[in-house]
């Protein structure tokens, strides 16, 4: 029995490997009557991620890597397979200076056999998914069938410029820097599935907004770009799933907390009744400088952490609220092409009015606002 375990074991492991290397991928363009442009771009991904370590993978005793023996506690903790596509429909609509110049979607479906090839450890995910819909990345952790973005592009071309207005859901990145990231709070980040080497996009929660994007006239070298956000759909970023049911099966070391279980009370407060919203300002200066300067309102990604203690004399503690407060965030980066070593020098500032922290019940703001 444990041989044939194992060996199935194998066979979907060099299957994944070998989809993970070879993903396949579509790009398509086609016209259609009256001047309609349709264009599709997808892919279809198997990827496997391996684990050195017992437990949390921390300790001697639990396994390390190389440092306390040679992939001595190795077990498989994803094998997710992903399809992804993009569909733009340009339907060549105008009206004078103003315009319908795109309708885009982007839809992905995943599944990840981990739950079903170690059912006994992660099979378990429960019915029930919480007090709301951010608890801790059950969601889509198994099965996913996301429309993650949709909107369209009204536009208008005249002589004060160019703009574009588009609602719906959708991603916008601010910033430069690649990594560790300032200003690039606008979406949440999904931390319930992925661990490294993903697009950008891939781990972002795209959020229901206003976008108005407005360039005057490029005159003499020098061009302004104005771009404004009005976001009402409020989301925190998603952790991994950490109650008894389900123990974090590989990005625990991500969240922080292990096991948030072994708790009586775990809940999450999120400010939906609050907005997000915010303003940037680009100067493209000559042909190989730009500089952008940043201000947006936010309800922070990440949770601080109230921690509630049990009645005397037992000092364990009992409840976890995660809370989300607002912040401030000012900032700024740049760009500048350094034609002598054909080199690109990028920079990012950024100032945060609210840290998250962990602090006792006593406190009634879990933000350090200085």
Known sequence: MNRRRRKGWLYVLVVAAMLGMFSSMVWAEEPLDEGVVVSFHGYLEASAVLRDGGGNGLGRHSGSGFQYGFMDHLSLVQQRNTLKFDIDVDPNL????????????TYRGAYDSVFDLRKDEYGNIPDNRGLSRFDYGLKD?????DLREVFVDLTYKGSIGNAFFR?????VSWGET?????????????NSFQMFFQNPDDLAIPVYMGRLN??????????????LLWIPDIRPSQLAPTDKSMSAPYISCLTGFT?????????????????????KMTADIGDRLSLSLVYFRDVVNDPGVVLSPAPPPNPAITSVLLTHNTQNVYGG?????????????RGE??????????????????????
């Open 178 to 190: 690649s990594g560790l990231t300032l200003l690039d709070v606008i979406n949440p980040k999904d």
């Open 214 to 227: 407005y360039s005057i006239p490029r005159q003499q070298g020098f061009g302004l770009n104005f771009d």
């Open 141 to 145: 952790i198994r099965f996913e069938n």
């Open 94 to 105: 105008t009206w004078g200076d103003f315009g319908l110049e795109k309708i885009h979607l």
């Open 349 to 370: 500032f950024a100032k945060l009015s609210a840290v998250p922290i962990t602090l006792p019940q006593t406190s009634p703001d879990p933000y350090n606002d200085h």
């Open 167 to 171: 609602p719906g859901r959708q991603i």
């Open 259 to 279: 096991n948030f279980g072994r708790f009586k009370s775990v809940q999450q407060d999120v400010p939906t009744e609050k907005q997000e919203y915010g303003a």
């Open 333 to 345: 980066y740049f760009s500048y092409q350094f034609e002598p070593l054909d080199i690109i020098i």
